[in-house]
């Protein structure tokens, strides 16, 4: 066993302690074991403190807090018979043994070239920077630190992680399914910041990072014209070389095209914070939609989005909306949505009007006025549309995405008056998108 990544650190793992669980989405498929995982976001940041900029009226300075991505990966020592959702995200490994029985153990974790995890971290282009392979067996914990496996690289930068079977990398189907869980995990203290000496500390924050199983079956020779193979609903996973060159969660994740021979578009929400606080948007797709892969660009059907925009519209809680529009050009996609502040002395006392470094984009999503009631303080959410990005009018899912939000929220505990606090608490929860489907395009 490697020990280096089996347990975490002391520190790590208190950190894990202030989590916030994800709710239900809305036809994601969360929680089922996967013969290869989607970790959609995974970043890692030693903190940074963003003064205001020259002739601000504002005093207090911008922070991203000190961040780690912690990925939990869980191998059963055997997977029994199920019909939702194992046999539709783990359909090449479920059940584990024939007949199915509880033991023994499945014999591809007792040792041998198998009886290993390989994982990959890929940026926001979907340009693999980093992999390793972890052994495993039978009822295995796995705990990744991306802080610890970057060594320093790629700070503030961010990307995701595909967790796969050391098996799969020829091609082969998976040998074994495995569970995930992630979660983003860090602290900041506002008094290191106001002082300057790092604002990393107590208390805690940690977010939920939604996890996605995937089938992971023989990838089969390439297409005519393609050097790697097509996700579908039984290989979401193709290699090249012993790496992914397409990755796709067409079970478990958002459906993004028709396939009826038309262009159509497709669409999901995703919840805002109180607009007097931030909110990310995480939107994971797979492929950079402003460049088709060089795998989708050789099938019948296939476009790129010049553009990458996808038109919104914005809803409070009075069902009052706006409408706008964002670029989404890259297979993984941070935006930050800022806070709507009304009046300067609101935005003292909530110093988050820099994005984080780690961010792609800050999107304002509609202009803070009268004529837009939405934009202003209430909670609520955003409704994407985008067109469809391939359509071979074979009437099954052929592309994916997945979508969820990071709402922070705040509070302060302080012994000195306002506006200052001694101590500013960032709570971070998971919002997983809603798919609203495919519609027609008229």
């Given at each position: 066993m490697n020990s280096r990544f089996k347990r975490l650190s002391t520190a790590s793992a208190i950190a894990l302690g202030?989590?916030?669980?994800?709710?239900?989405?809305?036809?994601?498929?969360?929680?089922?074991?996967?013969?290869?995982?989607?970790?959609?976001?995974?970043?890692?940041?030693?903190?940074?403190?963003?003064?205001?900029?020259?002739?601000s009226p504002f005093t207090v300075p911008s922070f991203t807090p000190a961040v780690d991505t912690i990925v939990e990966v869980i191998v059963p020592g055997s997977v029994g018979f199920d019909d939702i959702p194992n046999i539709f995200t783990a359909a090449n490994t479920t059940p584990t043994n024939v007949p199915t029985a509880l033991t023994p153990a499945d014999p591809d974790l007792m040792g041998g070239p198998n009886s290993s995890i390989h994982w990959y971290w890929f940026d926001r282009r979907?340009?693999?920077?980093?992999?390793?392979?972890?052994?495993?067996?039978?009822?295995?914990?796995?705990?990744?630190?991306?802080?610890?496996?970057?060594?320093?690289?790629?700070?503030?930068?961010?990307?995701?992680?595909?967790?796969?079977?050391?098996?799969?990398?020829?091609?082969?189907?998976a040998a074994f399914s495995m569970f995930g869980n992630a979660w983003l995990t860090g602290a900041i203290n506002i008094d290191g910041?106001?002082?300057g000496t790092g604002g990393i500390g107590f208390p805690l924050i940690g977010q939920t990072i939604p996890v996605l199983g995937m089938n992971d079956g023989a990838d089969g020779p390439n297409p005519a014209g393609t050097n790697c193979g097509h996700p579908d609903l039984s290989d979401s996973v193709k290699y090249r070389g012993g790496r992914p060159c397409a990755v796709s969660p067409v079970v478990a994740g958002f459906r993004t095209n028709r396939s009826d021979g038309d262009f159509d578009l497709w669409a999901f929400d995703l919840a805002l914070s109180n607009r007097l606080l931030p909110t990310i948007h995480v939107i994971w797709v797979d492929q950079n939609l402003n460049q088709p892969s060089a795998i989708n660009a050789a099938y019948p059907g296939n476009t790129a989005l010049p553009n990458a925009v996808a038109s919104t519209d914005t809803f409070d809680l009075d069902e009052l909306s706006c409408n706008g529009s964002v670029t989404l050009p890259n297979e993984l996609n941070v935006l930050w949505i800022p806070p709507a502040y009304l009046t300067p002395e609101q935005f003292e006392l909530v110093p988050f009007y820099q994005p984080f470094a780690w961010t792609t984009q800050s999107e304002l999503l509609?202009?803070?006025?009268?004529?837009?009631?939405?934009?202003?303080?209430?909670?609520?959410?955003?409704?994407?549309?985008?067109?469809?990005?391939?359509?071979?009018?074979?009437?099954?899912a052929e592309s994916s995405a997945f979508a969820f939000s990071i709402k922070?929220?705040?509070?302060?505990?302080?012994?000195?008056?306002?506006?200052?606090?001694?101590?500013?608490?960032?709570?971070?929860?998971s919002s997983l998108g809603h798919d609203l489907g495919t519609f027609k395009s008229f």
């Open positions: 202030l989590t916030c669980g994800a709710g239900s989405a809305g036809a994601a498929v969360l929680g089922g074991a996967g013969e290869a995982l989607l970790v959609p976001l995974a970043v890692w940041s030693s903190g940074v403190i963003t003064p205001p900029p020259a002739g979907s340009v693999e920077r980093m992999s390793g392979s972890i052994p495993v067996t039978p009822n295995d914990v796995v705990q990744i630190s991306l802080t610890e496996i970057a060594n320093g690289q790629y700070q503030n930068q961010p990307g995701y992680m595909v967790i796969a079977n050391q098996s799969a990398r020829n091609g082969d189907a910041i106001l002082a509609c202009v803070v006025s009268d004529a837009n009631p939405a934009a202003l303080i209430s909670a609520g959410f955003v409704q994407y549309r985008l067109d469809e990005y391939i359509d071979t009018d074979v009437n099954r922070v929220d705040g509070g302060f505990v302080s012994n000195d008056p306002l506006p200052i606090p001694d101590t500013f608490y960032m709570l971070l929860e």
